[in-house]
């Protein structure tokens, strides 16, 4: 059996598709009409459970932006992308704050595309993370479906040990 690499080199391309997944969020919310959208993560690093500030018509929305490879390194159906420690928490402190609603978006990359669902954070069964089954994503608002991002995705792949 083939087991993902763990390493420094793993914790950068990590981060580095949080960053990316926030990017792809951010055109998202503009192409499906939302506004005022604001990048929390530019005033304060790791903002408590969300990541992106944004409205459409009169609703407000906190948003956690989860962006992640399809597949787990197991070629299995990455099926569930957590939603951090404490999430209910964080997420009625970020409302309160923002006079907004939580919300979540989850961002799907295989290979050369991409899909971007929309949820709210009371959507979902179990506050602490985000099923991502076939049958869960028929009930969330899908925003972008198996669009081309045009990049190399190579440093963003799963990596195996021999």
Same mark, same amino acid.
């Given at each position: 059996?083939?087991? *993902? %690499?763990?390493?420094?080199?793993?914790?950068?391309? @990590? /981060?580095?598709?949080? +960053?990316?997944? $926030?990017?792809? &969020?951010?055109?998202?919310?503009?192409?499906?009409?939302?506004?005022?959208?604001?990048?929390?993560?530019?005033?304060?690093?790791?903002?408590?459970?969300?990541?992106?500030?944004?409205?459409?018509?009169?609703?407000?929305?906190?948003?956690?932006?989860?962006?992640?490879?399809?597949?787990?390194?197991?070629?299995?159906?990455? *099926? %569930?992308?957590?939603?951090?420690?404490?999430?209910? @928490? /964080?997420?009625?402190? +970020?409302?309160? $704050?923002?006079? &907004?609603?939580?919300?979540?978006?989850?961002?799907?990359?295989?290979?050369?595309?991409?899909?971007?669902?929309?949820?709210?954070?009371?959507?979902?069964?179990?506050?602490?993370?985000?099923?991502?089954?076939?049958?869960?994503?028929?009930?969330?608002?899908?925003?972008?479906?198996?669009?081309?991002?045009?990049?190399?995705?190579?440093?963003?792949?799963?990596?195996?040990?021999?």
């Amino acid at each position: 059996m083939r087991t *993902s %690499r763990f390493d420094q080199h793993t914790a950068l391309r @990590a /981060k580095s598709l949080g +960053a990316l997944g $926030e990017l792809f &969020a951010i055109k998202a919310l503009v192409d499906n009409g939302f506004n005022n959208i604001k990048n929390l993560n530019d005033g304060k690093q790791n903002f408590p459970y969300a990541d992106l500030y944004a409205e459409k018509g009169e609703e407000k929305y906190v948003i956690s932006v989860k962006a992640r490879n399809r597949y787990e390194r197991t070629g299995r159906l990455n *099926s %569930r992308y957590n939603l951090g420690s404490d999430c209910g @928490a /964080k997420a009625r402190k +970020a409302e309160l $704050e923002f006079g &907004a609603t939580a919300a979540w978006m989850a961002i799907t990359i295989l290979d050369d595309i991409y899909s971007v669902y929309f949820g709210t954070l009371d959507s979902l069964p179990a506050k602490t993370g985000i099923p991502m089954g076939e049958s869960h994503l028929k009930r969330y608002e899908c925003l972008v479906k198996e669009k081309s991002h045009g990049l190399d995705f190579t440093p963003y792949k799963n990596k195996y040990e021999k």
